[in-house]
């Protein structure tokens, strides 16, 4: 079946995390990704946290699928030569070099435009245009410069990164959304355009809850629904929150039986006002459901950890999976905190292709996330990585060279 982005080429200049996940999905839309990487060391991440000694990483592997690789020395004419023709050759460059790399390669976005005036450039930056737009950034600092860390975490304790990789991977993310939608109107316009995400604008975009918790902070001076209230006074900036819901909704994390041995044994409740009667006959509290000081959302605020504890006493007397089946059963949203242990035996996840399984020529078989996007008229199958220039021949001839051309570009070890 043909794929949404068949036809689509991607020169690949990504490394290490956030550009690859932009690129990964891309090529499992259907676009040839052709990755450019270093000669002779390529991506980084090739070798970092390496669990096989000499075998690309699983860092690696689980962001490059369904590529190809090309290695390629940018900085040597020749390399630039072959460079010049790729951007001819391809619809889209996404990169996340650190700032400037790319102009001073010699691919100034001018450059090319000349070369190609239908390519789309789009690049990741730690910072938009202003007084950090030079900074080199990895995924926490995005976490803490974008608003995340100083909302994640206990009052009393300091400020959190998540481990959802919301700065690379959700930066990726909003990239690839610039890519197809840029595609989309080169239609139109049949010109290519510039798009930039940067990672402290899209874990703030992630954040946006907590922007707007600052302004209401700042209208009212306190927030009912953040576990503070109403026992201590806020100070003028949103405080972490715990495990208060971000939205209109209360909840809370709960123990649930096993708790002490099993670190995971907890259980997301939330306290949703529409089913309040279900949830008083569920835990047995039938008495909340007339009781004024129960019974409204907001006759509710003040004693929200009171209703949690209560609450908890009962999934105290429940595995979080015997709990999540009985509230479901009364269509009250709850859920179990699932390890990665779990959820890489989850059966659901393998069926629906979001865990997958991947054979690897010298890493063997190893797991994967696969495509969280599903869609009926594209579907996804998760190639494995490319080796360190599995692909170099394959793509110098598709854009022209022969094989004496190629094998002089190894020996000079431009590629
Ligand atoms: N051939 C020759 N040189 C190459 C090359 C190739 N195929 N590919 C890259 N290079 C060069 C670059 O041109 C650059 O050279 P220069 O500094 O002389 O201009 C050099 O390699 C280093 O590239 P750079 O991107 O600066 O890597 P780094 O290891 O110094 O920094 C990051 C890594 C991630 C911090 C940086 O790339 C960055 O801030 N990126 C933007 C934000 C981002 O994506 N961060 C998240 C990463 S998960």
Not at 80 to 109: I, Q, S
Not at 283 to 305: C, F, N, Q, S, V
Not at 326 to 355: F, Q, W, Y
């Amino acid at each position: 079946m043909a794929k949404a982005l068949e036809g689509v080429r991607i020169l690949d200049f990504t490394h290490v995390q956030s550009g690859p996940t932009c690129t990964q999905l891309l090529a499992w839309l259907g676009a040839d990704v052709i990755k450019v990487e270093k000669t002779g060391s390529g991506d980084i991440t090739r070798e970092q946290l390496r669990d096989i000694p000499g075998v690309d990483s699983l860092y690696f592997t689980m962001l490059n699928h369904n590529k190809r690789s090309l290695t390629l020395d940018t900085k040597s004419a020749r390399g630039k030569a072959v460079l010049e023709r790729l951007v001819k050759h391809c619809d889209v460059l996404v990169e996340n070099f650190a700032p400037g790399a790319l102009d001073r390669m010699g691919f100034t976005w001018e450059r090319i435009q000349e070369l190609n005036p239908r390519m789309i450039v789009a690049s990741v930056k730690g910072f938009g245009p202003g007084p950090y737009e030079d900074y080199k950034v990895y995924e926490n600092v995005a976490q803490c410069a974008g608003g995340s860390a100083s909302t994640t975490g206990f009052d009393d304790g300091p400020p959190l990164v998540t481990a959802a990789q919301i700065g690379d991977s959700g930066t990726g993310l909003h990239l690839a959304l610039g890519i197809v939608a840029a595609l989309y109107q080169r239609k139109s316009t049949g010109r290519g355009q510039r798009v930039l995400a940067a990672m402290q604008d899209g874990v703030l975009n992630l954040c946006r809850v907590k922007l707007r918790d600052q302004q209401r902070l700042a209208r009212t001076g306190v927030m009912q629904e953040y576990p503070q209230y109403p026992h201590t006074k806020f100070g003028s900036a949103v405080p972490r929150a715990g495990n208060a819901s971000g939205g209109g909704q209360p909840g809370w994390i709960l123990k649930c039986k096993g708790w002490e041995k099993d670190p995971n044994a907890y259980l997301y409740f939330i306290a949703q006002a529409p089913v309040w009667k279900e949830i008083c006959k569920a835990i047995g509290k039938e008495a909340w459901i007339t009781d004024p000081h129960y019974a409204t959302p907001d006759a509710r605020l003040p004693r929200l950890m009171e209703v949690f504890a209560e609450v908890e006493r009962w999934t105290l007397t429940k595995t979080k999976f015997e709990a999540m089946a009985e509230l479901n059963k009364h269509d009250i949203p709850c859920g179990p905190i699932l390890s990665m242990e779990e959820l890489a035996a989850e059966p659901s996840l393998r069926a629906t292709g979001t865990v997958v399984e991947i054979d690897h020529p010298t890493r063997g078989k190893y797991l994967s996330v696969g495509n969280p996007i599903k869609m009926s008229d594209s579907p996804t199958e998760v190639r494995r990585s490319p080796l360190l220039g599995e692909h170099s021949d394959e793509v110098l001839k598709e854009i022209g060279f022969d094989e004496s051309e190629i094998r002089a570009l190894r020996n000079e070890k431009v590629i």
